[in-house]
């Protein structure tokens, strides 16, 4: 089953590890899971790109100049994690809980780098998480003369390019043809004898 994600992340350089600000994920049965790294508001504010692009879509609120804090009162607050570890715990039981996963982002590189910074190496990813993410952008080069689906006004939510990555899959493969599937009926059968009488 697919599970389509997107992650909005500080970027630091080559000296520090890719941090998480918020992981949307968006599995083909409808569930869908959102969580904002509680760690992240202090380099959220700093990060110039960060701050103008993904802070509006974040419960931020500057009570007193120069202070930062998460905004308990905001719509999306509930969506902060009480912790680090507990963010973790949330992703793994979400993807560990679909069956043959297969994970799918748009420039998906980053997106997985961090997914799996999240559980320490590459070595150390869970059991049942795959290796890789599947890119939407290879399907987007190769059908280029399909429209995809517009992108709403919060293209830097977590949860929104989520579910944007999910429509976009299903408009680039909407054309293609379905897998045929054979039915086995259950008990023996008789053939069918066909030849000349």
């Given at each position: 089953m697919r599970i389509y994600y997107d992650c909005e992340f500080v970027e630091r350089g080559r000296d520090l590890p890719i941090q998480?600000?918020?992981?949307?994920?968006?599995?083909?049965?409808?569930?869908?899971?959102?969580r904002i790294n509680p760690e992240c508001l202090s380099n959220v504010?700093?990060?110039?790109?960060?701050?103008?692009?993904?802070?509006?879509?974040?419960?931020?609120?500057s009570p007193s100049q120069g202070i930062i804090a998460w905004d308990e009162h905001h719509t999306e607050y509930p969506y902060v994690a009480v912790s680090l570890d507990a963010l973790v715990d949330d992703v793994r039981a979400f993807l560990q809980s679909?069956?043959?996963?297969?994970?799918?982002?748009?420039?998906?590189?980053?997106?997985?780098?961090?997914?799996?910074?999240?559980?320490?190496?590459?070595?150390?990813?869970?059991?049942?998480?795959?290796?890789?993410?599947?890119?939407?952008?290879?399907?987007?080069?190769?059908?280029?003369?399909i429209d995809l689906p517009p992108q709403g006004w919060n293209v830097h939510h977590a949860l929104e390019d989520a579910r944007w990555a999910r429509d976009t899959y299903r408009a680039l493969t909407a054309h293609e043809p379905r897998e045929l599937t054979a039915t086995v009926s259950e008990g023996p059968q008789e053939a069918e004898i066909v030849g000349e009488e």
């Open positions: 998480l600000v918020s992981i949307g994920l968006v599995r083909e049965d409808g569930q869908e899971l959102y504010a700093k990060h110039a790109w960060l701050s103008v692009n993904v802070a509006p879509y974040l419960p931020m609120t679909t069956p043959d996963l297969e994970l799918w982002a748009d420039y998906g590189a980053y997106d997985h780098v961090v997914l799996c910074q999240l559980f320490g190496s590459m070595n150390e990813l869970p059991a049942g998480i795959p290796m890789f993410t599947r890119d939407i952008r290879e399907l987007v080069i190769r059908n280029p003369h």
